[in-house]
């Protein structure tokens, strides 16, 4: 954060340095541990919140009994369904861990400075090495948050009294605390390392997490629930009874349940210690034992759930059971929820050791914002795809009945963590890589060899193949080929295969980067010119070396200004093009050139623009045109084309009216077709873009903007090239550069990919039905991405065509073919295979959170621009409510009625789908242009930053110093309600694109002074950037920043809010727990759910 | 050779007409069969031609100028219009006037006087002065080689410029590339496809002149010193002092055409669109204001408007085969395309000149519409490597008494007496559509006007002005008749230091009724112009007249002229004899006949554009030379002397030299250039075989200095294979067919021609047939 684009290196540095130490904990999570009781979580709206509070506690059970709420709570009759310990909260804990992944130190400022940036770059673009992946891509890494729920530990142990199944589940109610504390402590330790390691990774260390990892892990011994059972031990969710059990009950139980399930979990994952420990998450290092509880729980659980006996305990159930409960009590019963006892994500712990597949089955993946590290053992990392469902239903009515989406969240370039292996390469040769002859599937672990090896059978169609017969192997006494585990593609859920010709329609092209600027007055006065040649001048150095790499550059504004950079010329030639209805590129060469030949040149010109159009009175802009023109000029090659725009693009091709003011001026008539100016004006862009697409260029738009500039029309580019928007409004030449430039930065220096396409084949019985993400579709089974990069996410929902077989496996592979920016012709391969069920109960334990999350999120966006607002929020609610219906009526032992009861794995969707309510995109009040970056920013969003974006983590900084030792740099989460936000406190809250620093009004000066050295609140600006001050705790803040963005992948761009300001509106809107002007509090909105879901069920 | 005994037939006035005594009838006149034609050269200079500081006075009714050949009463301070007859009084500022105080006008020497007019005659301090306009339009679709000739020849020019003309610049290859000069941070340059039509508003939109830019009055532009850096033309439009520098930076990294041409393809060149871009260019920053467009075309255009062919090499450039069989799937569309473009500009006043080198064809055959009807000038070349266009285009922008003279924004009104209408003008103009009783019902040419438009003349710029009568039959008009005619030429023009200037020719000629004795016809025919006009009409026909045979329309026009005016008994060819004043016409036909005006298909249609375009505008004199060439002849007994243009002229210790026009052959007999080969001229005692060799050269250099284009010089030795630069334009009196007859040292011309002999008795033949 210091100093926006500086002297990057020591940044990196020192996230990394820090980060480190605490490899395996952070503070924050440490403190969690009390949380920890994730695991079951049962949330007994009763209960106070625990959330911050569990932070202190180092004991696994301890927890969350010492909350006084509890006790005031426990008066309810909720029960905890589950036994399982009562909070609901389990995995919930995913948002706020967010903070382990790393982040690429890219986009931090540091970037720049050597180190960072270079070790970036190489790994990936390479695809080579995957040495070098871990430090470059460092950053990226995902943390798995906290995997099991931890955050909430919320939950509340309601305990037994509820009664509800207290008997059941021995662990249940008791434990709730208990239980759940571990499992959370485990997790969030992890993560918190996570995060470090990913900074670090990214920078310097990588070294760091595998040692941290490794510590840490084996200590813990606890049997992973998950690693173990798959089944049982992802129990661990379990279910939390929000009711009023909670309270008394945790202490006690914890230790109980501790020692029974413990045993039980090794048991299946044998020793989860040393071997193991990595792997699992298991581990909770320090509270070893706690974990065993899961299992307990799960067996528990069995008899009473549905169909799905044992495992329950991962479907936790959760509930709520408000006292509410009863029907009539509407919003009175909603007052006696407590609000601390409802589920609310958990921070995570350090990095988890993730191995994909155990024993011979699939093994879950922990939630996608926790800090984990993945071991692939055939299926591939969960960052590369995450099914909704880590179980698949075998019928296509069990899907139905259970109201959720099948869908496949794909990401294929996904950053790995530091300490993963990289992605290996195999090259076959001229011939090519093994496949199908049927339906071309690519070869992979879950090609069953069979006839001695002479044939294969495809796990894709269920072909039988003849061997290639240099490829031939014998087969071991176990059916594997001996050589399966040399080769990767027959041991690795992801590899990369060495595209042969056949894969080459030409050769691969160069790495061409266009970058378009606007250089209309309205561009060249509010700095934003100044700001994008200041950017794109640094970011060349960044741009891969050699003669592969070509550059071109362009302004334009009523005309588009080509320039001639030719070496050979004095100086560069500046080439207008004035026909902006019908454009054309002035030259066939010279207008794209290697950057060796013209660095000096372009370094010159960058320099100049700004200046050059000083006295332009030129207001109008020709984006279309300009775009166009640039397309023209890259055409033979293909590339990205960098587009800065500035204001509404009124002139020549694609010229746009300022739909905006149209419709508020005549608002009676725009009222219902509102979201029809969320759609594209014309369809001129939209086939511009397919053109685009067709040739290979991927544009993507920076917007530097004060005004309206319709992006729902101009989006439309970038979402079918590959791109990707950029907003930065209103632009402020003081604080916008430096994100401008990391932005850039990042966007050059990530790993990515070019002219790729993407074919999901999937097992008989189960195709896919549609994708959706930012490409080009021109044939129904693939996707063009004329550009692909490790950000970009694409949502592949699934149908069955067919039934499955129960017990059998269903296999997904994505195959990726792309150019790498060094040349070499690719396809990555990433296969997934997961078990099929027949038990309804089975889908709810092996939900996937993030990704349910991800797909509804995505839907959502989907339908923003085509349906009212209203309609769409009741879309969302209700498919939440149908969820919880399904569950609620078909897997959930109902004790009372009255309660309401969320599986385990899912018991924070209400929370979030009440924050998706809220969000930007679905809030009546937004700006168009808001809402409409809002859903194309969604479209492309990658699972672990789904959550973040409605749900944004919080923490207060005016306190930093207050917590010490604990060796984590993120101070703990805090819930998103004003409750928690004090007066005297300045709290931090970022959604991983924007951060936004709030003063309340009696805030200590001396702290205001010293991080930010303003004297009084009333000096705080509204643009600002963040400086590193000589004092400690500046330092802090200025650290958790870069930690932040590290683990983003983003710079972040600063706002400063005081209370009683309109930056404080926007600071408060963001609490989504409350309730306000875009909805009902999170209590309340629950209450909503069970009466809906109450009425349904009568 | 009758022309050069006589140095200035054309006198003061510079007029000379195929007739100088008219028949009084239609009739008689059609009969005259060489129409009733005047050839003017409107600015020539001449020492006598008084200039005279104010305003000519003007006829009420017919707007003619006052002139020698009014009446004047001096008493009452009235002149009587010879052409109207309407009566004027002086102004008061004539009150002075007395038999013995003339003004210049009046003058009877005077036929011819020259205005100098200012806006604002009383204060001409504050006249504006027009700096000359220059846009250079170059092709850079060439090889390197080429281009180096061409920057290097541009940057000669714009070293000769006077400082503050201002300079343009506009390239072309693939796109028309307008190079904005003003702009000092960087090159920049405004790219407009070739593929395109542009019209002039987009131009000026496009190049960012639009509304704002445009001066309200056209034609007459004010204020431009300060007014024009309001409009943009500052930006590309430079006086030549200030961008001198970065025009030649400029140029020097001006590079061919960075578009690739594929194998087997022509390059693309838009020279359609780079031209209309200039057009606008100039339209939009100088309204009515002299500037020229320089074009320095290298090769045919192959894109977007004014296409001639395609860009496929396995096409050929169309011939004048091609043409006659209608198989030209450009022509029609490039000229339409150029005709458009020339109506730009003439109604902007600007001029297009063409500097065409090139093996091939560039187009000059369509784009001769708009460089004609604008005034321009234009050289076809081999090479920008060749003197002919190097020279001429030095020429051009040479200051001194070597200058061309250039001048802008011409009009031309003839004012003629009752009864003689106006067919029609050949020559670089364009009618200015001015209807008026003098007007004819059929048109030659420019016709439908009394006024015409030259954006751009020169000193040597003659037009050929038919006439026709009236078809009423003047001979029963009572008595009043006037026996004198009167034809009144009114040129305005800016010269080259920017003013206005107006000539005001008066001619007189007499009628006579030819019906009752064609004697005074007789010895008012000039031979000369007759041919030329002939040539001149000929040609246009040739153009307009689909399927016209040219050679036996002149053959039939040469009999009938014959039959009318020579002496013979019927059907007894022997008796025929001719007039001394027509002795020589049939020898012009018979030349005119051969040569390359009649002759086209030994030339591409480029080439016979450029012949023609030339042929219409030069003088009698020039064109006359063109048709039949001059030949001298050299040799130790004598002094050089005219030598027939007959083969039998070469002789193998004679040195020739061959003057037509186009080019200039020196010709070494065959022992000459022994000797010559021999080194015999560089030894002291051979001074007179090295002055022999030199006095030829001397001569053509002297031909060379005077002429623009410049002539392609040939020297060549007999039987070399550059000698048939001479053969083809020598009276093949000596073929293979009789060459047994010949004398040793002679040579043979290889053709089946007729020889001018044969010619002569057929026509003899012929024209006393009953």
Same mark, same amino acid.
């Given at each position: 954060?210091a100093?926006?684009v500086p002297?990057?290196a020591?940044r990196s540095?020192?996230?990394?340095?820090?980060?480190?130490?605490?490899?395996n904990?952070?503070?924050?999570y440490q403190?969690?541990?009390?949380s920890l009781?994730?695991?079951m979580?049962?949330?007994?709206?009763?209960?106070?919140?625990?959330m911050p509070?569990?932070?202190?506690?180092?004991?696994?059970?301890g927890q969350?009994?010492?909350?006084?709420?509890?006790?005031?709570?426990?008066?309810?009759?909720?029960a905890?369904?589950?036994?399982?310990?009562?909070?609901?909260?389990?995995?919930?804990?995913?948002v706020p861990?967010?903070p382990?992944?790393s982040?690429?130190?890219?986009?931090?400022?540091p970037?720049?400075?050597v180190?960072?940036?270079v070790?970036?770059m190489?790994p990936f673009?390479?695809?080579?090495?995957s040495?070098?992946l871990?430090?470059?891509t460092g950053?990226?890494?995902l943390?798995s948050?906290a995997?099991?729920s931890s955050?909430?530990p919320?939950?509340?142990?309601?305990?037994?009294?509820a009664g509800?199944?207290?008997?059941?589940?021995?662990?249940s109610?008791?434990?709730?605390?208990g239980?759940?504390?571990?499992?959370?402590?485990?997790?969030a330790?992890?993560?918190?390392n996570?995060t470090?390691a990913?900074?670090?990774g990214?920078?310097?260390?990588?070294p760091?997490f595998?040692?941290?990892a490794?510590?840490?892990?084996p200590p813990?011994?606890p049997?992973p629930?998950?690693?173990s059972?798959?089944p049982?031990a992802?129990?661990?969710a379990?279910?939390?009874?929000?009711?009023s059990?909670?309270?008394s009950?945790?202490?006690?139980p914890?230790?109980?349940?501790?020692?029974?399930?413990?045993?039980?979990?090794q048991s299946r994952?044998?020793?989860?210690?040393?071997?193991?420990?990595?792997?699992?998450?298991?581990?909770q290092?320090?509270?070893?034992f706690q974990p065993?509880h899961?299992p307990?729980?799960a067996?528990?659980?069995?008899s009473?759930?549905?169909?799905?006996?044992?495992?329950?305990?991962?479907?936790a159930a959760?509930?709520i059971s408000?006292?509410?409960?009863?029907p009539g009590?509407?919003l009175?019963?909603?007052?006696?929820?407590?609000?601390?006892?409802?589920p609310?994500?958990?921070?995570?712990?350090t990095?988890?050791?993730?191995?994909t597949?155990?024993?011979?089955?699939a093994n879950?993946?922990?939630?996608?914002?926790?800090d984990y590290i993945?071991?692939?053992?055939?299926?591939?990392?969960p960052?590369?795809?995450r099914?909704?469902?880590?179980?698949?239903?075998?019928?296509?009515?069990?899907?139905?009945t259970?109201?959720?989406q099948?869908?496949?969240?794909?990401?294929?370039?996904?950053?790995?963590?530091p300490?993963?292996?990289?992605?290996?390469?195999v090259?076959?040769g001229?011939?090519?890589?093994v496949?199908c002859?049927?339906?071309?599937?690519?070869?992979?672990?879950?090609m069953?060899f069979?006839?001695?090896g002479?044939k294969f059978?495809?796990n894709l169609c269920g072909?039988?193949d003849d061997?290639?017969r240099?490829?031939?192997c014998?087969l071991?006494p176990?059916?594997?080929?001996?050589?399966?585990?040399e080769?990767?593609e027959?041991?690795?859920?992801?590899?990369?295969?060495v595209a042969?010709?056949?894969?080459m329609?030409?050769?691969p092209m160069p790495?061409v980067?266009?970058f378009?600027?606007?250089?209309s007055?309205?561009?060249v006065q509010?700095?934003?010119?100044a700001?994008?040649?200041?950017?794109?001048?640094?970011?060349?150095?960044?741009l891969?070396e050699?003669?592969?790499?070509?550059?071109?550059?362009?302004?334009?504004?009523s005309?588009?200004?080509f320039y001639?950079?030719?070496r050979?010329?004095q100086?560069?030639?500046m080439?207008i093009i004035p026909d902006i209805q019908d454009?054309?590129t002035?030259l066939?060469?010279?207008?794209?050139v290697?950057?060796?030949?013209?660095?000096?040149?372009?370094e010159?010109?960058?320099?100049?623009?700004p200046?050059m159009?000083?006295?332009?009175t030129?207001?109008e802009?020709?984006f279309?045109?300009?775009i166009?023109?640039?397309?023209?000029?890259?055409k033979?090659?293909g590339?990205k084309l960098?587009?800065?725009?500035s204001v509404l693009p009124s002139?020549g091709?694609?010229?746009l009216?300022?739909r905006e003011?149209?419709?508020r001026?005549n608002?009676?008539a725009?009222?219902?077709?509102?979201?029809k100016?969320?759609?594209?004006a014309?369809?001129?862009?939209k086939?511009?873009a397919?053109e685009?697409?067709?040739?290979?260029?991927?544009?993507?738009v920076?917007?530097t903007t004060?005004s309206y500039?319709?992006?729902a029309?101009?989006s439309?580019?970038p979402r079918?090239?590959?791109?990707?928007v950029?907003?930065?409004?209103?632009?402020s030449?003081?604080?916008?550069p430096?994100?401008l430039?990391?932005d850039?930065?990042w966007?050059?220096?990530?790993?990515?990919g070019?002219?790729?396409?993407?074919?999901?084949r999937c097992s008989?019985?189960?195709?896919v039905?549609?994708y959706s993400g930012?490409?080009?579709?021109?044939?129904?089974?693939?996707?063009?991405?004329?550009?692909i990069d490790?950000?970009k996410?694409?949502?592949v929902?699934?149908k069955?065509?067919d039934?499955l077989q129960?017990?059998?496996?269903?296999?997904?592979?994505c195959?990726?073919?792309?150019t790498?920016?060094?040349?070499?012709r690719?396809i990555?391969?990433?296969?997934?295979?997961?078990?099929?069920t027949?038990?309804l109960?089975?889908l709810?334990?092996s939900?996937?959170?993030d990704a349910?999350?991800a797909?509804?999120?995505?839907?959502?966006?989907i339908e923003i621009?085509?349906a009212?607002?209203?309609?769409?929020?009741?879309?969302?609610t209700?498919?939440c409510i149908?969820i919880l219906?399904?569950?609620?009526?078909?897997c959930?032992?109902?004790?009372?009625?009255?309660?309401?009861?969320l599986p385990?794995?899912?018991?924070?969707?209400?929370?979030?789908t009440?924050?998706?309510?809220?969000?930007?995109?679905?809030r009546?009040d937004?700006r168009?242009d808001?809402?409409?970056?809002?859903?194309n920013?969604v479209?492309s969003l990658?699972?672990?930053l789904?959550?973040?974006?409605?749900y944004p983590?919080?923490f207060?900084?005016?306190n930093?110093?207050?917590?010490?030792?604990?060796g984590?740099i993120?101070?703990?989460?805090?819930?998103l309600?004003s409750?928690?936000?004090?007066?005297?406190?300045?709290?931090?809250?970022?959604?991983g694109?924007d951060?936004?620093?709030?003063?309340?009004?009696?805030?200590?000066l001396n702290?205001?002074?010293?991080l930010?050295?303003?004297?009084?609140?009333?000096?705080v600006?509204?643009?600002?950037?963040?400086?590193?001050f000589d004092?400690p705790l500046?330092?802090?803040?200025n650290?958790?920043?870069?930690v932040?963005?590290?683990q983003?992948c983003?710079?972040?761009?600063?706002?400063?809010?005081?209370k009683g300001?309109?930056?404080?509106?926007l600071f408060?809107?963001?609490m989504v727990?409350?309730?306000?002007?875009g909805?009902?509090?999170y209590v309340?909105?629950l209450?909503?759910?069970?009466r809906?879901?109450q009425?349904k069920?009568? | @050779?009758?022309e050069?005994?006589n140095?200035d037939?054309?006198?003061?006035d510079?007029?000379?007409?195929?007739?100088?005594v008219w028949?009084r009838?239609?009739?008689e006149?059609s009969k005259c069969?060489?129409?009733?034609?005047a050839?003017?050269?409107p600015?020539?200079?001449?020492?006598?031609?008084?200039?005279?500081?104010?305003a000519?006075?003007?006829?009420?009714?017919?707007t003619?100028?006052?002139?020698a050949?009014a009446r004047?009463d001096f008493t009452?301070?009235?002149?009587?219009c010879?052409?109207?007859?309407?009566?004027?009084?002086?102004?008061?500022?004539y009150?002075?006037?007395?038999? /013995?105080?003339?003004p210049c006008e009046?003058y009877?020497?005077?036929? /011819?006087?020259q205005?100098a007019?200012y806006p604002?005659p009383?204060?001409?301090?504050?006249?504006?002065q027009?700096?000359p306009v220059f846009v250079?339009?170059?092709?850079?679709?060439m090889?390197?080689?080429?281009?180096?000739f061409?920057k290097s020849?541009?940057k000669?020019?714009?070293?000769?410029?006077p400082?503050n003309?201002?300079?343009?610049?506009?390239s072309?290859?693939?796109?028309?590339h307008?190079?904005e000069?003003?702009?000092?941070?960087m090159s920049?340059?405004?790219v407009?496809r070739?593929?395109?039509?542009v019209?002039?508003?987009?131009?000026?939109?496009?190049?960012?002149?639009?509304a704002?830019?445009?001066r309200?009055?056209?034609?007459?532009?004010?204020g431009?010193?300060?007014g024009? /850096?309001d409009?943009?033309?500052n930006r590309?439009?430079l006086p030549?002092?200030?961008?001198?520098?970065?025009?030649?930076?400029l140029?020097d990294?001006?590079h061919?055409?960075q578009?690739?041409?594929?194998a087997?393809?022509?390059?693309?060149?838009?020279?359609?669109?780079?031209?209309s871009v200039?057009?606008?260019?100039?339209?939009?920053?100088?309204?009515?204001t002299?500037?020229?467009i320089?074009?320095?075309?290298?090769?045919?255009?192959t894109?977007?408007?004014g296409?001639?062919?395609?860009?496929d090499?396995?096409?050929p450039?169309?011939?004048?085969?091609?043409?006659?069989?209608?198989?030209?799937?450009?022509?029609k569309?490039?000229?339409?395309f150029?005709d458009s473009?020339?109506?730009q500009?003439?109604?902007?006043?600007h001029?297009?000149?063409l500097?065409a080198?090139?093996?091939?064809?560039v187009?000059?055959a369509?784009m001769?519409?708009a460089v004609?009807r604008?005034g321009?000038?234009?050289?076809l070349a081999?090479?920008?490597?060749?003197p002919?266009f190097?020279?001429?285009?030095?020429? @051009?922008?040479?200051d001194?008494e070597?200058?061309l003279?250039?001048c802008f924004?011409g009009?031309?009104?003839?004012?003629?007496?009752?009864?003689?209408?106006?067919?029609?003008?050949?020559?670089?103009c364009?009618?200015?559509?001015?209807k008026g009783p003098?007007?004819?019902d059929t048109?030659?040419?420019?016709g439908?006007t009394?006024a015409w438009?030259?954006?751009?003349l020169?000193?040597?710029t003659?037009?050929t002005?038919?006439?026709d009568l009236?078809s009423?039959d003047?001979s029963n008009a009572?008595?009043v008749?006037?026996?004198?005619?009167y034809?009144?030429?009114l040129?305005?023009?800016?010269?080259p230091d920017g003013?206005?200037?107006?000539?005001v020719?008066?001619?007189t000629r007499?009628w006579?009724?030819s019906?009752?004795?064609?004697?005074?016809?007789i010895?008012g025919f000039?031979?000369e112009t007759a041919?030329?006009?002939?040539?001149?009409?000929?040609?246009q026909?040739?153009e307009?007249?689909?399927?016209f045979?040219a050679?036996?329309?002149?053959?039939?026009?040469?009999i009938r002229l014959?039959?009318?005016?020579?002496?013979?008994?019927?059907?007894?060819p022997?008796?025929f004899t001719l007039?001394?004043?027509?002795?020589?016409?049939?020898?012009f036909?018979f030349?005119?006949?051969r040569?390359?005006?009649m002759?086209?298909?030994?030339?591409s249609?480029?080439?016979?554009?450029y012949?023609?375009?030339?042929?219409?505008?030069?003088n009698?004199t020039n064109a006359?030379?063109m048709i039949?060439?001059?030949l001298?002849?050299?040799?130790?007994?004598?002094?050089?002397q005219p030598?027939?243009?007959?083969?039998?002229?070469?002789?193998?210790d004679?040195?020739?030299?061959l003057?037509?026009y186009?080019?200039?052959?020196?010709?070494?007999?065959?022992?000459?250039a022994?000797?010559?080969n021999?080194?015999y001229?560089?030894q002291p005692?051979h001074?007179?075989f090295?002055?022999?060799?030199?006095a030829p050269?001397?001569d053509?250099?002297m031909i060379i200095?005077?002429?623009?284009p410049?002539?392609?010089?040939?020297?060549?030795?007999?039987h070399?294979?550059?000698a048939r630069?001479?053969?083809a334009?020598l009276?093949p009196?000596?073929?293979y067919n009789?060459?047994?007859?010949?004398?040793a040292?002679?040579?043979?011309?290889f053709?089946?021609?007729?020889s001018?002999?044969?010619?002569?008795?057929?026509?003899q033949?012929?024209?006393v047939?009953?």
């Amino acid at each position: 954060m210091a100093a926006p684009v500086p002297p990057g290196a020591p940044r990196s540095g020192a996230n990394a340095r820090q980060q480190p130490p605490p490899p395996n904990f952070n503070p924050n999570y440490q403190t969690n541990p009390n949380s920890l009781a994730d695991n079951m979580q049962n949330l007994n709206l009763n209960r106070p919140f625990t959330m911050p509070n569990s932070g202190p506690r180092p004991p696994p059970f301890g927890q969350q009994p010492p909350f006084p709420q509890s006790s005031v709570s426990a008066g309810f009759p909720v029960a905890s369904r589950s036994g399982q310990p009562p909070g609901m909260v389990g995995r919930p804990a995913v948002v706020p861990s967010g903070p382990p992944q790393s982040t690429l130190p890219a986009n931090v400022l540091p970037g720049r400075p050597v180190g960072s940036p270079v070790s970036h770059m190489p790994p990936f673009g390479s695809g080579l090495p995957s040495a070098s992946l871990p430090s470059s891509t460092g950053g990226a890494v995902l943390p798995s948050v906290a995997f099991p729920s931890s955050g909430v530990p919320t939950v509340s142990v309601a305990p037994p009294p509820a009664g509800s199944l207290p008997g059941s589940f021995l662990s249940s109610s008791p434990f709730t605390g208990g239980p759940a504390v571990p499992m959370s402590n485990a997790l969030a330790g992890p993560l918190s390392n996570g995060t470090p390691a990913v900074g670090s990774g990214a920078l310097p260390g990588p070294p760091q997490f595998p040692s941290a990892a490794s510590v840490s892990q084996p200590p813990v011994g606890p049997p992973p629930s998950m690693m173990s059972a798959r089944p049982p031990a992802q129990a661990s969710a379990m279910h939390s009874v929000l009711g009023s059990s909670a309270v008394s009950s945790p202490i006690t139980p914890p230790l109980p349940s501790a020692s029974p399930f413990s045993a039980a979990p090794q048991s299946r994952p044998p020793p989860p210690g040393s071997p193991y420990g990595p792997q699992a998450w298991p581990m909770q290092p320090q509270q070893g034992f706690q974990p065993p509880h899961i299992p307990g729980t799960a067996h528990a659980q069995p008899s009473r759930m549905f169909g799905m006996p044992q495992q329950l305990p991962n479907q936790a159930a959760t509930t709520i059971s408000p006292a509410m409960g009863q029907p009539g009590a509407p919003l009175s019963g909603s007052s006696k929820i407590d609000p601390s006892q409802i589920p609310r994500p958990a921070p995570s712990a350090t990095p988890i050791v993730y191995e994909t597949r155990h024993g011979n089955s699939a093994n879950p993946p922990p939630p996608a914002t926790s800090d984990y590290i993945v071991r692939d053992a055939g299926n591939c990392s969960p960052r590369y795809v995450r099914c909704t469902l880590n179980q698949i239903p075998c019928t296509a009515d069990l899907l139905t009945t259970s109201g959720m989406q099948l869908s496949l969240l794909v990401q294929p370039m996904a950053l790995p963590h530091p300490s993963e292996d990289p992605i290996q390469v195999v090259d076959f040769g001229e011939s090519g890589p093994v496949r199908c002859s049927r339906c071309k599937g690519y070869i992979n672990p879950f090609m069953k060899f069979i006839d001695q090896g002479r044939k294969f059978i495809c796990n894709l169609c269920g072909f039988t193949d003849d061997t290639p017969r240099d490829y031939h192997c014998n087969l071991g006494p176990d059916g594997r080929r001996r050589d399966a585990d040399e080769r990767p593609e027959l041991c690795k859920g992801t590899v990369e295969f060495v595209a042969s010709k056949e894969y080459m329609v030409r050769d691969p092209m160069p790495s061409v980067y266009f970058f378009l600027i606007d250089v209309s007055m309205n561009a060249v006065q509010t700095g934003a010119t100044a700001a994008a040649c200041s950017a794109i001048s640094q970011v060349i150095a960044d741009l891969p070396e050699g003669p592969r790499t070509l550059v071109g550059i362009a302004t334009f504004d009523s005309t588009v200004h080509f320039y001639n950079l030719k070496r050979a010329l004095q100086q560069p030639l500046m080439l207008i093009i004035p026909d902006i209805q019908d454009v054309y590129t002035p030259l066939e060469t010279d207008v794209i050139v290697q950057l060796s030949e013209c660095r000096q040149h372009l370094e010159l010109l960058l320099e100049n623009i700004p200046t050059m159009f000083q006295t332009s009175t030129t207001a109008e802009s020709c984006f279309g045109a300009a775009i166009k023109a640039a397309f023209l000029a890259m055409k033979c090659t293909g590339g990205k084309l960098l587009v800065f725009q500035s204001v509404l693009p009124s002139v020549g091709t694609g010229a746009l009216s300022s739909r905006e003011a149209e419709g508020r001026t005549n608002i009676s008539a725009s009222e219902k077709e509102a979201h029809k100016l969320l759609q594209p004006a014309d369809k001129i862009l939209k086939t511009m873009a397919i053109e685009f697409a067709e040739y290979q260029v991927c544009v993507d738009v920076f917007l530097t903007t004060q005004s309206y500039v319709d992006i729902a029309s101009i989006s439309v580019i970038p979402r079918t090239t590959g791109g990707q928007v950029y907003y930065y409004y209103p632009f402020s030449a003081v604080s916008d550069p430096a994100k401008l430039y990391n932005d850039l930065r990042w966007n050059i220096t990530r790993p990515q990919g070019f002219e790729a396409v993407m074919r999901v084949r999937c097992s008989q019985g189960i195709q896919v039905h549609d994708y959706s993400g930012n490409f080009c579709r021109r044939i129904p089974t693939d996707i063009d991405l004329p550009g692909i990069d490790c950000d970009k996410c694409i949502l592949v929902t699934l149908k069955h065509d067919d039934k499955l077989q129960d017990g059998s496996e269903c296999a997904f592979q994505c195959a990726l073919l792309y150019t790498t920016v060094y040349g070499q012709r690719r396809i990555r391969v990433t296969n997934l295979s997961l078990p099929c069920t027949n038990m309804l109960s089975n889908l709810f334990r092996s939900a996937d959170l993030d990704a349910q999350f991800a797909n509804f999120l995505k839907q959502a966006a989907i339908e923003i621009p085509t349906a009212p607002l209203m309609q769409v929020r009741d879309q969302v609610t209700n498919l939440c409510i149908n969820i919880l219906l399904s569950y609620r009526k078909f897997c959930a032992t109902v004790s009372s009625s009255g309660q309401l009861i969320l599986p385990e794995a899912l018991k924070l969707l209400p929370l979030y789908t009440l924050a998706l309510i809220k969000s930007t995109g679905l809030r009546n009040d937004g700006r168009i242009d808001d809402r409409s970056f809002w859903f194309n920013y969604v479209s492309s969003l990658s699972t672990p930053l789904a959550v973040p974006l409605v749900y944004p983590r919080m923490f207060a900084i005016h306190n930093l110093n207050s917590k010490e030792g604990d060796g984590s740099i993120l101070p703990s989460t805090i819930p998103l309600s004003s409750e928690h936000v004090s007066d005297d406190g300045i709290y931090l809250l970022e959604n991983g694109e924007d951060v936004l620093i709030y003063f309340g009004s009696s805030v200590d000066l001396n702290i205001v002074q010293q991080l930010f050295g303003f004297t009084s609140v009333d000096e705080v600006p509204t643009q600002f950037v963040m400086q590193q001050f000589d004092n400690p705790l500046s330092k802090k803040l200025n650290d958790v920043v870069n930690v932040i963005r590290q683990q983003r992948c983003s710079y972040l761009r600063s706002k400063l809010c005081k209370k009683g300001d309109p930056s404080g509106m926007l600071f408060l809107s963001c609490m989504v727990e409350d309730k306000n002007a875009g909805g009902a509090s999170y209590v309340e909105f629950l209450v909503h759910i069970h009466r809906q879901i109450q009425m349904k069920m009568s | @050779m009758s022309e050069m005994a006589n140095t200035d037939p054309e006198g003061i006035d510079a007029v000379r007409m195929t007739w100088n005594v008219w028949p009084r009838t239609k009739v008689e006149a059609s009969k005259c069969v060489v129409p009733l034609a005047a050839t003017i050269s409107p600015i020539r200079s001449h020492p006598d031609i008084p200039t005279l500081p104010y305003a000519p006075l003007r006829c009420r009714t017919c707007t003619a100028a006052l002139n020698a050949f009014a009446r004047v009463d001096f008493t009452a301070k009235i002149w009587i219009c010879p052409f109207c007859y309407q009566r004027n009084h002086f102004p008061p500022h004539y009150a002075m006037i007395s038999e /013995t105080n003339l003004p210049c006008e009046l003058y009877p020497q005077y036929t /011819t006087v020259q205005y100098a007019l200012y806006p604002d005659p009383n204060n001409p301090a504050s006249a504006p002065q027009f700096p000359p306009v220059f846009v250079f339009v170059l092709d850079t679709c060439m090889i390197e080689e080429e281009l180096g000739f061409v920057k290097s020849a541009m940057k000669q020019a714009i070293g000769l410029l006077p400082e503050n003309a201002l300079v343009g610049f506009v390239s072309f290859g693939t796109q028309a590339h307008v190079h904005e000069l003003g702009f000092s941070d960087m090159s920049k340059v405004y790219v407009f496809r070739g593929s395109k039509e542009v019209s002039k508003e987009q131009v000026l939109e496009q190049l960012g002149l639009g509304a704002s830019g445009r001066r309200p009055t056209p034609g007459h532009p004010k204020g431009l010193q300060n007014g024009y /850096t309001d409009t943009g033309v500052n930006r590309f439009l430079l006086p030549a002092a200030d961008c001198e520098f970065t025009l030649n930076s400029l140029l020097d990294e001006l590079h061919t055409d960075q578009w690739p041409v594929k194998a087997g393809q022509r390059a693309l060149r838009c020279t359609g669109v780079a031209l209309s871009v200039a057009a606008g260019l100039l339209g939009a920053c100088m309204p009515g204001t002299g500037a020229r467009i320089v074009a320095l075309v290298g090769g045919p255009c192959t894109e977007g408007p004014g296409t001639i062919v395609s860009e496929d090499l396995s096409e050929p450039v169309r011939s004048h085969k091609d043409l006659d069989k209608d198989a030209v799937p450009y022509f029609k569309k490039a000229v339409k395309f150029y005709d458009s473009l020339a109506k730009q500009l003439v109604s902007q006043g600007h001029v297009l000149d063409l500097f065409a080198s090139a093996l091939d064809q560039v187009g000059v055959a369509e784009m001769k519409v708009a460089v004609e009807r604008t005034g321009g000038l234009v050289v076809l070349a081999e090479s920008f490597g060749h003197p002919v266009f190097k020279d001429s285009f030095k020429r @051009m922008f040479e200051d001194g008494e070597q200058s061309l003279g250039l001048c802008f924004n011409g009009t031309l009104e003839i004012n003629c007496s009752k009864d003689i209408k106006i067919q029609g003008v050949i020559g670089p103009c364009t009618s200015l559509e001015k209807k008026g009783p003098n007007v004819a019902d059929t048109v030659i040419g420019e016709g439908n006007t009394t006024a015409w438009k030259m954006c751009g003349l020169d000193k040597s710029t003659c037009l050929t002005v038919l006439f026709d009568l009236s078809s009423s039959d003047r001979s029963n008009a009572p008595g009043v008749a006037n026996p004198q005619l009167y034809l009144q030429f009114l040129t305005s023009y800016q010269d080259p230091d920017g003013k206005t200037m107006l000539r005001v020719t008066t001619v007189t000629r007499q009628w006579v009724d030819s019906a009752v004795s064609s004697e005074e016809l007789i010895q008012g025919f000039d031979q000369e112009t007759a041919a030329v006009v002939m040539a001149r009409v000929t040609s246009q026909k040739m153009e307009m007249e689909e399927g016209f045979d040219a050679t036996r329309w002149l053959d039939r026009n040469l009999i009938r002229l014959c039959s009318k005016f020579g002496d013979y008994r019927k059907d007894d060819p022997s008796s025929f004899t001719l007039n001394p004043c027509f002795s020589l016409f049939p020898q012009f036909m018979f030349n005119l006949r051969r040569s390359q005006f009649m002759q086209v298909f030994n030339n591409s249609p480029d080439e016979t554009a450029y012949f023609r375009m030339l042929l219409n505008r030069e003088n009698i004199t020039n064109a006359a030379v063109m048709i039949q060439p001059s030949l001298i002849a050299y040799s130790f007994n004598s002094l050089p002397q005219p030598a027939l243009l007959d083969v039998a002229s070469i002789s193998a210790d004679r040195i020739l030299l061959l003057d037509s026009y186009f080019s200039i052959v020196i010709f070494h007999g065959m022992t000459i250039a022994q000797w010559r080969n021999m080194g015999y001229q560089n030894q002291p005692e051979h001074q007179a075989f090295a002055q022999l060799l030199q006095a030829p050269q001397t001569d053509a250099q002297m031909i060379i200095r005077d002429r623009f284009p410049v002539p392609r010089l040939v020297v060549c030795d007999q039987h070399g294979s550059q000698a048939r630069f001479l053969l083809a334009k020598l009276n093949p009196s000596a073929t293979y067919n009789n060459a047994n007859e010949m004398a040793a040292g002679s040579d043979v011309i290889f053709t089946d021609d007729v020889s001018l002999q044969v010619f002569f008795e057929h026509l003899q033949k012929l024209a006393v047939q009953s």
